[in-house]
């Protein structure tokens, strides 16, 4: 799976992106796997992490299974667009890339438990896609909210990239940087995979352990 080298086009500027809306979609109280609720404010001992890994749909549900996590919601991040839908999304004309917010117990489970889900389940060095799936809107994001958080994103893809190189594969291409401004993506997104188990996956384990 790694090492495509098809170069689609970068990340839209800001003065190129649609307008958007100023309204949220609407999306259920509760998640559909779990019941935990989907929106915040969380609790305070909860923290959190946005993860672009290609299509959301099967990234969510690798992380809604791990132990410790709250919650999870497929959601727009890193873009420029206000309340994107996911039709101008898959057009690559608003900034932001299909993202999982993942709400996690630090008591529970580890940032790094959570990157190795992440790294290993995606292919970080295509740049801008996954797979089949071209585009800005796929690309590979890591979100962070604290400066600490951003570090060890930077110290998880360093180690990650020592792998890669020994085992002959590229550069890792993922975006790491704050969060900023993220929209939850249409309701009928949140937990797709649950609500449709037969429903399009492009990922799995990707040859390389990060640990």
Not at 36 to 55: E, K, R
Not at 92 to 104: I, K, N, P
Not at 149 to 156: D, E, F, I, Y
């Amino acid at each position: 799976m790694f090492g495509l080298n098809r170069k689609p086009a970068g990340i839209p500027a800001p003065e190129d992106c649609l307008p958007g809306r100023s309204m949220a979609v609407a999306v259920s109280d509760a998640h559909f796997v779990n019941g935990n609720p989907l929106v915040g404010p969380f609790a305070d001992h909860l923290d959190s992490i946005v993860f672009g890994m290609g299509c959301f749909w099967g990234a969510e549900r690798f992380f809604w299974q791990m132990d410790g996590v709250f919650t999870t919601a497929a959601a727009y991040a890193g873009g420029t667009t206000p309340n994107p839908t996911y039709e101008e999304t898959c057009i690559s004309m608003t900034g932001h890339t299909e993202a999982v917010l993942v709400v996690f117990d630090p008591g529970s489970v580890s940032l790094d438990d959570l990157f190795k889900v992440f790294w290993e389940n995606h292919d970080p060095t295509q740049y801008m896609g996954q797979g089949n799936d071209q585009g800005s809107q796929y690309r590979s994001g890591i979100y962070t909210n604290s400066d600490e958080q951003t570090a060890s994103a930077k110290a998880s893809a360093e180690v990650y990239q020592a792998k890669l190189t020994e085992g002959g594969f590229g550069e890792i291409t993922t975006e790491i940087a704050p969060l900023g401004a993220w929209f939850y993506a249409e309701d009928y997104h949140q937990q797709y995979l649950a609500k449709n188990p037969g429903g399009y996956c492009n990922h799995g384990f990707c040859q390389i352990a990060y640990n």
